[in-house]
């Protein structure tokens, strides 16, 4: 019998091309981009933001539907402590200024994360900015802020134990942070370094990866495009032989 690989979340609509419907970021490097300069670390993170918002625009225009990028992890907070609130106020002042922006270009934004722990001004902020996108529906933007996969595997494993649920595969992958959306196709990672660091553990488990050695504030058009390239040049074989899939697309 045909057994279809597990996919968390709803069917996401097939892309022209061979796009990746769904494509996750490590946005690497902004500190090294900023001490190369000899700027502070958190120009390069300021840096790094637009670097988002030129990402968030391809990739609409490309077909992606889905965008999920890693914005501040849960170890994030052993960095000085100076770093982090500067992250911490970057990330309130963004959801101010960029919620018009991604309402007109029909972005519906997620932020996924823990929430405790975090400043009430932020936590506003992130609800706000989710129920003014709400209706839209061209591109779905996940911003994970205070993330980290093993904290997303406890709490939703900790859900279905609150409600007596029966542990199954699909059951964990319907509780978890990114339930709504597909598991990614396509994860890129930007600034040289070829580790997940806790990213999205559950979901990459048949990710295409994709490392780029250019720092995140760097990261331009082509080197996106080189990406999606390489992307359509893989082979995605679930645990199947080549010529199984092979068999299977000509059919
Ligand atoms: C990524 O850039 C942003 C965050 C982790 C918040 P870094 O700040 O890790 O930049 P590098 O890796 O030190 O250059
Ligand atoms: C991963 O980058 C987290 C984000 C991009 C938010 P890090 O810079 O924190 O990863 P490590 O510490 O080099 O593995
Ligand atoms: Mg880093």
New binding site residues.
């Given amino acids: 019998m045909a057994h279809p690989p597990a996919a968390a979340g709803e069917p996401v609509p097939a892309t022209p091309g061979g796009v990746p419907a769904h494509v996750a970021i490590v ?9 190369q300069r000899l700027l502070p ?1 958190v120009a ?2 300021r840096a ?1 933001m637009e670097t988002l918002r030129r990402v968030i625009g391809w990739s609409a225009e490309r077909g992606v539907r889905v965008l999920t990028v ?4 849960s170890e ?1 907070w052993s ?1 000085p402590a100076d ?1 982090v609130s500067a ?1 911490l106020r970057l990330m309130i002042q963004a959801l101010m200024d960029e919620v018009p922006r991604l309402a007109d270009a029909g972005v519906r934004l997620h932020v996924v994360g823990a929430r405790d722990g975090l400043p009430e001004e932020l936590v506003t902020g992130m609800v706000e900015a989710e129920r003014r996108t709400a209706g839209n529906e061209r591109l779905v933007l996940n911003v994970c802020f205070n993330y980290g996969g093993r904290w997303d595997i406890v709490q939703a494993a900790q859900a279905l134990a609150a409600r007596g649920e029966p542990i199954t595969e699909a059951a964990l992958a319907g509780a978890l942070a990114l339930a709504h959306v597909s598991d990614p196709d396509l994860v890129i990672r930007t ?1 040289g ?1 070829q580790r997940i660091s806790n990213f999205l553990l559950w979901q990459l488990a048949y990710s295409e990866l994709y490392f780029s050695d250019r ?2 504030p760097a990261f331009d058009e082509a080197e996106f495009d080189r990406a999606l390239a390489a992307y359509t040049q893989r082979q995605r074989r679930f645990g199947r032989t080549p010529e199984q899939v092979q068999a299977a697309q000509v059919a």
């Fill in positions: 946005m690497d490097g902004n500190g090294r981009w900023a001490r670390r390069g993170h790094g890693f914005a501040f992890s994030n960095r770093e992250i600034g370094e720092l995140w």
